[in-house]
């Protein structure tokens, strides 16, 4: 596997709350990945929601586009990873999980990957590894030496509990987002 890591310029797209540090573009066998780093700080009011029992929810999505000098670049790839982080009292563990559709009740909670972890620092550093999301084929990507990719990542503040999300308009505790658009390289596997 062979992958680059972009670091992040100081000019990059980011909104109050998160930084997208590193983008990487990854070929293997069975296909093409996005990897990224993002850098936030959890506010103090959000924290206080989770202690509650309160779960919150991150999206991380990238696409992937093909440049043509004759119309707009079209879209040859892209993924959406959803991640829900929420505090287990009785355990007095904190519980994320990671599925590739939205985690809506119970239902989205059946495909999905669960890993506990014993801190907040220690969920909340998982979050901020956005590993090996799966842009697509190989063949659908193209062979461009170079791919134009946009990531974002943000706090999904509509899939918190009704109170929650009109308490949350306008207040920018909860505007944790950041959004990048770069040329990657994607060097093939030796």
């Not at 779960?55 to 079209?74: G, L, M, N, P, T």
């Not at 193209?142 to 918190?160: E, N, Y």
């Amino acid at each position: 596997m062979w992958a680059a890591w972009l670091p992040a310029p100081a000019a990059a797209q980011n909104r109050p709350g998160a930084s997208i540090t590193q983008m990487r573009l990854e070929q293997a066998d069975d296909g093409v990945y996005l990897g990224a780093a993002v850098q936030f700080e959890l506010p103090s009011l959000v924290e206080e929601v989770l202690d509650k029992g309160i779960a919150i929810y991150f999206v991380a999505e990238a696409e992937v586009y093909q440049e043509r000098w004759y119309w707009a670049d079209r879209k040859v790839g892209q993924v959406a990873r959803h991640m829900r982080l929420a505090y287990q009292p009785l355990t007095r563990r904190w519980r994320l999980n990671v599925s590739p559709v939205p985690i809506t009740g119970a239902a989205g909670l059946g495909i999905s990957l669960n890993q506990n972890f014993d801190t907040l620092a220690d969920a909340l550093d998982a979050i901020k590894r956005v590993g090996r999301m799966r842009l697509g084929d190989v063949n659908e990507i193209g062979d461009d030496p170079l791919h134009q990719v946009t990531f974002r990542f943000r706090l999904d503040t509509s899939q918190l509990p009704r109170p929650f999300q009109i308490g949350v308009v306008g207040q920018a505790d909860w505007n944790i987002s950041a959004e990048r658009t770069a040329r990657l390289a994607l060097e093939k596997q030796r």
